[in-house]
């Protein structure tokens, strides 16, 4: 089965299946939780705020220990920490599907992050010491590919379930999934550690989370209690005293989580400066598009899923191709062109989206958004990797991963301040006109204040109610716009950042020139 050799074939196919299953698991949570926000917010009362934390919640966990988690495993065993994530996460998933509040369901994402960040590395290095050299591509091509299915299903799937089934099972789907995984994994995977003992780096893991969460903190909240108040303030300054305190550690400490040397290196710099735009950009636009799509737009959760169904399948299509390109003629001219595509997209989709844009128009937009994408992101991987050589090959994609979570993170909360502040802007003068009495007006503005909007149960006229609702999603849509010119202009940077730093075909021509002159294997490629 599968093509694999020896006589315990069948018990490495079981493990690849466990593994493919649990990141599946994993990789399903990024996608079908933005389908599911609209009916959250409707279930529970949930604010824009409180959306964003529910996203970042898990993102924040899932960036901050991603590195960690893979020390983990190799000092203390693969399989134990594969085996813990897998646990965390398949209790938590359940925990938030019966969450009864926001805060109820932000803090179990949060939990439910630190399970994914234990067990997705953990999926790749059993992989690595399951199979052999001969047979290891063909097991981590269908990983790979698994991943990219994932992701293409999630939001389809998810609106199929939130419409169906409710909002929770989205949440509830991953506890079958996990509870096999755990059954199997425990039965056939072999434990492993590494051969060199790696070394936590606890303080760096502190100052670096501590960073990331007082300034996702401030982005986030600052639009509810104003860009001068105190806790705003005092959050900006916390963020700049973490970070600079995890910037001098590490550079000190020689068990550094995240060795700032490697940025010495051009084209590793530049991979992770565009894995951090991607994820800044493309992020935020999937969590915002999904509001978008069914609270302006009016999509029910399974249209508004499989609208993006166009960009994921062209990602999957590109994406092996884009990688096949990068290994011989360089990383340089994809991730140009695929950066470039994406960033004219967005930007366009900042011109073009209204309440009222038919989806026909946008087609387009997003199927060359999803080329770009998978033009960009497989070249991307195989810069850092050249840039750091085969020894360090997992710490690079460790590294990678980071930068875009982390991106991804501060996407969301930086695009949700623009979008929330010219949403109050422009809809406190439109509703001026509409003939609220100061309590009606009251329950409104707070309304508007968390980005959203407060009709029922304080004694609207059916003409004040259309009123509020057309003032509402054009006040949305002047704050949504600029927010996705701004993500375009993100990734139109890092285009200019992998046309000047990346390698280009001369210099993986060199490469391989100088490796057949060693008769050696390629070398890693330096910029």
């Known amino acids: 089965m599968f093509g694999f050799e020896g006589d315990n074939a069948r018990e490495k196919v079981i493990v690849l299946l466990t593994m493919c299953f649990a990141l599946a698991m994993a990789m399903l949570d990024n996608t079908v939780v933005n389908v599911a926000l609209p009916s959250i917010k409707n279930d529970l009362g949930a604010g824009f705020s409180q959306l964003q934390w529910i996203v970042d919640g898990y993102v924040l966990a899932f960036a901050s220990l991603l590195l960690t988690g893979g020390i ?22 359940f925990l938030c599907g019966v969450s009864q509040t926001p805060g109820q369901l932000i803090a179990f994402r949060a939990l439910q992050g630190i399970g994914g960040a234990l067990l997705l590395p953990g999926t790749l290095s059993i992989l690595t010491v399951t199979f052999p050299m001969n047979e290891r591509a063909k097991a981590l ?97 916390l963020f700049a005293g973490f970070l600079v305190a995890f910037l001098w550690w590490e550079l ?38 999904t509001i978008y799509m069914q609270s302006i737009h009016g999509y029910s959760p399974f249209k ?59 087609f387009p937009t997003y199927l060359a958004m999803g080329v770009g994408l998978g033009a960009t992101m497989a070249p991307m991987t195989a810069a850092v990797m050249n840039s750091v050589g085969p020894q360090r090959a997992g710490l690079g994609s460790a590294m990678t991963n980071t930068s875009r979570e982390v991106g991804g993170v501060l996407g969301i909360a930086l695009l949700g301040a623009i979008l929330t502040t010219e949403l109050k802007s422009a809809f406190a003068p439109a509703v001026a006109g509409l003939g609220l009495d100061p309590q009606q007006l009251a329950a409104v503005s707070e309304g508007a204040r968390h980005g959203s909007l407060v009709t029922a149960g304080i004694g609207l006229t059916p003409a004040q109610s259309a009123g ?7 006040a949305f849509m002047k704050g949504f716009q600029p927010a996705l010119v701004f993500a375009g202009a993100i990734l139109l940077i890092a285009c200019v950042i992998a046309n000047r730093l990346i390698p280009g075909r001369e210099t993986v021509e060199q490469a391989h020139a100088a490796a057949a002159a060693d008769h050696k294997e390629p070398v890693p490629v330096e910029m």
């Open 141 to 237: 091509g269908i990983w790979a590919g698994v991943s990219g299915i994932a992701l293409a299903l999630g939001p389809t799937l998810g609106g199929y379930m939130v419409e169906h089934l409710g909002w929770e099972s989205v949440f509830f789907l991953n506890v079958p999934i996990g509870i096999i995984a755990l059954i199997v994994a425990t039965r056939t995977v072999t434990e492993s550690v590494s051969e060199v003992e790696r070394q936590l780096d606890v303080t760096g893991l502190v100052l670096g989370t501590m960073a990331l969460f007082f300034v996702t903190y401030a982005l986030i909240e600052a639009n509810q209690l104003g860009w001068g108040s105190a806790r705003i303030i005092g959050s900006f300054v």
């Open 304 to 362: 508004s899923g499989a609208g993006f169904l166009p960009m994921t399948l062209a990602i999957i299509a590109t994406a092996p191709n884009a990688g096949r390109y990068a290994s011989t003629h360089g990383s340089r001219a994809p991730m140009t062109f695929g950066l470039l595509l994406t960033g004219v997209g967005l930007v366009l989709l900042g011109v073009l989206l209204t309440p009222t844009t038919s989806y026909w128009l946008l």
């Open 72 to 93: 983990l495993g190799d000092r203390y065993g693969r399989k134990k920490m594969f085996l813990t994530g897998v646990a965390v996460f398949t209790l938590f998933s």
């Open 252 to 289: 000190r400490n020689p068990h550094a989580m995240m060795p700032l040397r490697y940025y010495k290196i051009p084209s590793f710099s530049a991979g992770n400066a565009v894995a951090f735009s991607v994820g800044m950009g493309m992020f935020a636009t999937f969590f915002f598009l």
């Open 468 to 474: 509020l609702h057309q003032a509402f999603n054009d």
